[in-house]
């Protein structure tokens, strides 16, 4: 079983910033894709950014040139940078990775807000 502990989010004020954490545990694993995605209040949850297990990563354009992903594979975690916060950024961040374990499973974190004040 492995399990992904995100954390991190808080209160800030508009144009201030944050930085998600997440980390993966459990019985022997390999993780591919690494992600964080959002969902705001009567919001489908959508997808932030993506990395891939060589560094490849991907935004969405909302959050392009704010926003940065990385991760240390070592350490089975991934980060998300956030800068220049806006009100429109508040949501649950969760965080995503797509696991081998026996079968490839996709596994979520349980979510942290992160609330944006104008």
């Known amino acids: 079983q492995v399990q992904l502990v995100d954390s991190g989010g808080g209160l800030v004020q508009a144009g201030g910033s944050l930085t998600l954490s997440c980390a993966a545990s459990?019985?022997?694993?390999?993780?591919?894709?690494m992600s964080w995605y959002r969902q705001a209040p009567g919001k489908q949850r959508e997808l932030v950014a993506t990395?891939?297990?060589?560094?490849?990563?991907n935004y969405a354009d909302s959050v392009k040139g704010r926003f940065t992903i990385s991760r240390d594979n070592a350490k089975n975690s991934v980060s998300l940078q956030m800068n220049t916060l806006k009100p429109e950024d508040t949501a649950v961040y969760y965080c995503?990775?797509?696991?081998?374990?026996?079968?490839?499973?996709?596994?979520w974190g349980k979510g942290t807000q992160v609330t944006v004040s104008s």
């Open positions: 459990g019985s022997t694993f390999t993780i591919t894709t």
């Open positions: 995503y990775a797509r696991v081998f374990v026996a079968t490839w499973d996709d596994y």
């Open positions: 990395i891939t297990r060589g560094g490849t990563s």
